[in-house]
């Protein structure tokens, strides 16, 4: 499943805001894990179908962002979702991957592969 959507300017800067990319537009520093956590599964729609690279000359594109399931627990700051790559790359290993994007930058996630097909292999991370 494919969506396009168009980013409003908004969006854009919340991003820049979360990642901490300077004023001078230098290319952005990896987010640590605190800063991850700030991310919604609404900051992640706008890149759907877009383009992720991982070392070495790895692709991964973003199909799915999905929530995970309705958190009534007055503690949790955001609700759970996940993120469904797709890529034509061997690697089927779970574990960190470290993906680079030209508007997100630098993201270190874990990913799980979940699904594979004789083209692809999809994998997954979760934000809970």
């Known amino acids: ?12 800067a919340k991003v820049r ?7 001078n ?13 700030t991310f919604t599964l ?16 790895q ?3 973003l199909t799915e962002v999905a929530p995970l399931f309705q958190q009534d627990d007055p503690r949790v700051k ?5 993120l469904l ?12 991957y470290t993906l680079r994007h030209p508007e997100l930058g630098v993201l270190s996630l874990f990913m799980v592969p979940v699904d594979q097909t ?4 999809f994998f997954e991370a979760t934000f809970t």
């Open 78 to 82: 955001r609700p759970p979702f996940s």
């Open 59 to 61: 692709a991964f594109e």
């Open 42 to 57: 609404e900051d992640f729609k706008p890149f759907i179908g877009q383009q992720f690279t991982c070392e070495p000359e």
């Open 17 to 23: 805001r979360i990642l901490g990319e300077e004023e």
């Open 25 to 37: 537009n230098r290319s952005m520093a990896q987010p640590t894990q605190q800063e991850l956590h």
């Open 1 to 12: 499943m494919i969506v396009a959507t168009v980013r409003r300017q908004t969006d854009s």
């Open 118 to 121: 004789v083209d692809y292999v």
């Open 85 to 96: 790559f797709k890529t034509d790359g061997e690697s089927t290993n779970q574990g960190m």
